[in-house]
């Protein structure tokens, strides 16, 4: 059974910085591990993706955020620093492999809050 488990979410400042960790069980090889963020009444958005160490960010988050893979320990983190108050959402980890076709696998979600 896959599973991703998320931390580091919580309650910060505008301007402060924050690290959420994401370590992923069950699954062989991971091709592809990121985060994605839900904010209330907005559809779900990438953030940040590794793919074989090529990243991709977010316009909103590009300079800002930095993503890193931990491929030994199967862990991806996301470094957010100068954090916004829009930043402010439900983090979700993300877990794919591919086997023919892409299987995606997704973590519960941990909150981040921003406040002004």
């Known amino acids: 059974q896959v599973q991703l488990a998320e931390s580091g979410g919580g309650l910060v400042q505008a301007g402060e910085s924050r690290r959420l960790s994401c370590e992923a069980s069950g699954i062989g090889s991971i091709n592809r591990m990121g985060w994605y963020r839900q904010a209330p009444g907005k559809q779900r958005e990438l953030v940040a993706t590794?793919?074989?160490?090529?990243?991709v960010y977010a316009d909103s988050v590009k300079g800002r955020f930095t993503i890193s893979r931990d491929r030994a320990k199967n862990t991806v983190y996301l470094q957010m620093n100068s954090l916004k108050p829009e930043d402010t959402a439900v983090y979700y980890c993300?877990?794919?492999?591919?086997?023919?076709?892409?299987?995606?696998?997704w973590g519960k979600g941990t909150l981040v809050t921003v406040s002004s």
């Open positions: 993300n877990a794919a492999d591919l086997r023919g076709t892409w299987r995606d696998y």
């Open positions: 590794d793919l074989g160490g090529i990243t």
